[in-house]
């Protein structure tokens, strides 16, 4: 049981390159995220998956596109890197239980750094 | 618009004392979640606790309570006993009922525990 799995761990990219960040999860869950971190402003949500098929901008979705391959799978693209895209990103994922909180579990983090 | 607050960008503890790292929120729907986040220099993002806001009592796990004052609309969580592991950014985070997927984040609160 991984968890949350995130691929790849760091990446440098010139800008105007695309990527695409891999997320995967094997909890079962139906929920999944994307994150950003920048220093000084917290986690902020991009885009995020409420089940399969299914996808939702979240805070600040601009430059970026998702989808949800499967019930496992979520990625990030950046179809055109900029260096305001500088960050690290975090995938994760929610089940829904009889558990009050159904808190999110979080993948390790891309360490993304655009030129 | 829901709001989290962490107005202390750093805190310092002894080891074995108690500490206290603030949170304030702003909300207009009287159901919501809130959610404490560890984040070790390694950078993964660990549940800690969580506060349902009609849960009658703070909530508590292991060394860790939530101090949840509705009216004055904070949840400050508590370490007691601090350990040198205990050293980390600590998010607080709050999920409004009526959008369970999405997540506020606050800034963060870089706890230093010192021998």
């Known amino acids: 049981n991984a968890g949350v799995t995130q691929t790849p761990k760091f990446q440098v990219l010139k800008t105007g390159q695309s990527m695409t960040l891999q997320c995967a999860q094997d909890?079962?869950?139906?929920?999944m995220y994307w994150y950003r971190q920048d220093p000084g402003m917290g986690l902020r949500l991009i885009y995020y998956s409420a089940s399969e098929g299914t996808t939702d901008k979240g805070e600040v979705p601009n430059g970026y596109n998702v989808s949800r391959l499967n019930k496992r799978e979520f990625s990030l693209r950046l179809e055109s890197a900029a260096p305001s895209q500088t960050s690290v990103y975090f995938c994760?994922?929610?089940?829904?239980?009889?558990?009050?909180?159904?808190?999110?579990?979080f993948g390790p983090g891309t360490r993304l750094t655009v030129l | 618009a829901q709001k989290i607050t962490q107005t202390q960008p750093g805190m310092f503890v002894q080891e074995k004392e108690a500490v206290t790292l603030d949170c304030t929120y702003d909300?207009?729907?009287?159901?919501?979640?809130l959610f404490w986040y560890k984040q070790p220099s390694s950078g993964e993002m660990i549940f800690l606790i969580y506060q349902g806001s009609y849960d009658q009592q703070n909530a508590t796990e292991g060394r860790y309570s939530l101090n949840f004052q509705k009216a004055r609309k904070s949840a400050n969580l508590v370490i007691s006993a601090s350990q040198l592991g205990d050293s980390a950014m600590y998010f607080c985070a709050m999920r409004e009922a009526y959008n369970t997927d999405k997540l506020i984040f606050g800034t963060g609160t870089r706890l230093q525990v010192f021998p």
């Open positions: 994760a994922s929610r089940g829904r239980t009889q558990s009050s909180y159904n808190e999110q579990f």
């Open positions: 909300t207009s729907d009287p159901s919501y979640g």
């Open positions: 909890m079962n869950h139906n929920s």
